[in-house]
C-alpha cells in the first residue's frame, strides 16, 4: 500500500468525519460500543424565543462530558448555572453514568465547580499563553 500525508486548513466536517470513523471502530472494538448521545439543555428568551444560553453535552462510556456552559449575562447570580448542571447530572444518573466531567479555562468559572463538587484532575499550562485549562469529574450515585 502507497500512502502519503496531506496538510488541509479548515477541513470540512465530512473529512473529520472520515478520520472519526476508523477511531470509533477501533475503540468499539477494544472498549465496546459508547452509546455516544448528545443532548442539549437550551436558556431562551421568553419574550422572543432566541437561545441566549445553555448547557451542551455528550454521553459516552457511562460518563457525562458538558461541552459548552454559557449562563446568560443578565440572569447570572440567579442560581441558573446550578439549576443547568444540576439537571446535567440528574440525566447521568438517569442514564446510569459513573460521573461527569468536563474543563473550562482559570478565567471563566474553576470555583463555581468546586463548589459544586468537582474535583481537578489535571491542567494544561498557558493554554492560552498565560492561563490555565483546567479539567475537572464529579462522581455520581445511581438514580
Not at 446568560?72 to 448542571?85: A, D, F, N
Request: hydrophobic share 40%; glycine share 10%.
Amino acid at each position: 500500500m502507497s500512502v502519503r500525508i496531506e496538510f488541509k486548513s479548515n477541513p470540512s466536517e465530512e473529512e473529520r468525519l472520515q478520520i472519526l470513523e476508523p477511531l470509533r471502530a477501533y475503540n468499539a472494538a477494544q472498549a465496546g460500543d459508547g452509546k455516544s448521545e448528545k443532548f442539549a439543555l437550551f436558556v431562551r428568551d421568553e419574550h422572543t424565543g432566541a437561545v441566549i444560553g445553555g448547557l451542551h453535552g455528550r454521553i459516552l462510556y457511562r460518563w457525562l462530558f458538558i461541552e459548552l456552559l454559557v449562563v446568560p449575562e443578565q440572569v447570572r447570580g440567579q442560581r441558573m448555572g446550578s439549576q443547568l448542571m444540576g439537571m446535567a447530572e440528574d440525566l447521568a444518573r438517569e442514564r446510569g453514568c459513573l460521573g461527569v466531567w468536563l474543563d473550562t479555562f482559570d478565567f471563566q468559572a474553576p470555583d463555581f465547580y468546586r463548589k459544586h463538587g468537582y474535583e481537578a484532575f489535571g491542567q494544561l499550562d498557558d493554554y492560552p499563553p498565560g492561563h490555565q485549562r483546567l479539567f475537572f469529574q464529579k462522581r455520581i450515585s445511581a438514580a
